[in-house]
């Protein structure tokens, strides 16, 4: 998993209890009750590239209307980030499996 500088900045610390799930076999810890978007903005997480240049992205209206921020889940399905909430142990991937490193 690529890492940046984290990209989300909390205000006020969640009450919660400490959450751990992986992204691209990573481990991302969270707060119970995060989206899992601010999860992997917050612990530099690069959710995906932008499939006509590469660049990083991530969520872009936060909300559940863009479908920016589409990850996958090992079982198989995908989610938007910005609108699921964390469990622990969710296993996350920037790209279906199988398809990892198209965009290289």
Known sequence: ME????????????????VTLSFDGVSIRATAGDSVLAALLENGALARRLEFGGEPRA?????????????WSATG????????????????????????GAHD
């Open 3 to 18: 890492r940046s500088q984290a990209q989300f900045r909390r205000v006020a610390r969640r009450r919660g209890p400490p």
């Open 59 to 71: 969520g872009f209206c936060l909300m559940g209307a863009c479908q920016d921020c589409w990850v």
């Open 77 to 100: 399905g995908r989610i938007r980030a910005c609108t699921t909430p964390v469990n622990e142990g969710m296993e996350l991937f920037a790209e279906p499996r199988g398809m990892a």
